[in-house]
Antibody, heavy 113, light 112 residues
Framework: EVQLVESGGGLVQPGGSLRLSCSAS????????LHWVRQAPGKGLEYVSA????????FYVDSVKGRFTISRDNSMNTLYLQMSSLRAEDTAVYYC??????WGQGTLVTVSS | DIVMTQTPLSLSVTPGQPASISCKSS???????????LYWYLQKPGQSPQLLIY???SRFSGVPDRFSGSGSGTDFTLKISRVEAEDVGVYYC?????????FGQGTKLEIK
């Protein structure tokens, strides 16, 4: 059974930084592209970033380019999202996603003073 | 980015009655490999989204057969033949033909 467990969320001030982690199990981690998708409170789903199976290719939605960095450690079966220069509009639940069917439970990031 | 437009944004349905949600994309979701990368999700209250339908009309494992998807190109529909209480939540369509994957605004289904 695929399991994706996000962690690292919390309250951070505007302009601050946070690193999210997604610990994966139940599949061959280094065979899959992985994604981050976020959902602001009471709002819809927004795609954030992706990283290829070996980490050589990354993608970012325009709103986070230059501020967020996606990475992975295939030896630790862990996906990361380093977020910096955080803004109030980055407040959301951040989901780790494998393919189209496997979603973690999400971790809440709140950017507020 | 591909824009996904869902209608309606909310639905109130009596149990046992049908429901239908439309999703339109700003460009064709038909890939050169012959597949159409349109997906439907249900997000139940307090939960992560769960996949219902993939590639327009294929039901994901364990999804009841009262759920069906149809459409082609840029116009797609999710139908629930007989709504049950457990179907409440927000339904999203999503395109996966080109990054970034984009979602419709969501359709909130409630039970009358």
């Amino acid at each position: 059974e695929v399991q994706l467990v996000e962690s690292g969320g919390g309250l951070v001030q505007p302009g601050g930084s946070l690193r999210l982690s997604c610990s994966a199990s139940g599949f061959t981690f280094n065979n899959y592209t992985l994604h981050w998708v976020r959902q602001a409170p009471g709002k819809g789903l927004e795609y954030v970033s992706a990283i290829s199976s070996k980490g050589g290719k990354t993608f970012y939605v325009d709103s986070v380019k230059g501020r967020f960095t996606i990475s992975r450690d295939n030896s630790m079966n862990t996906l990361y999202l380093q977020m910096s220069s955080l803004r109030a509009e980055d407040t959301a639940v951040y989901y780790c996603v494998k393919g189209v069917k496997d979603w973690g439970q999400g971790t809440l990031v709140t950017v507020s003073s | 980015d591909i824009v996904m437009t869902q209608t309606p944004l909310s639905l109130s349905v009596t149990p046992g009655q049908p429901a239908s949600i439309s999703c339109k994309s700003s460009q064709s979701l038909l890939h050169s490999d012959g597949k159409t990368y349109l997906y439907w999700y249900l997000q139940k209250p307090g939960q992560s989204p769960q996949l219902l339908i993939y590639e327009v009309s294929s039901r994901f494992s364990g999804v009841p057969d009262r759920f069906s998807g149809s459409g082609s190109g840029t116009d797609f529909t999710l139908k629930i033949s007989r709504v049950e209480a457990e179907d409440v939540g927000v339904y999203y369509c999503m395109q996966g033909i080109v990054l970034p994957d984009t979602f419709g605004q969501g359709t909130k289904l409630e039970i009358k």
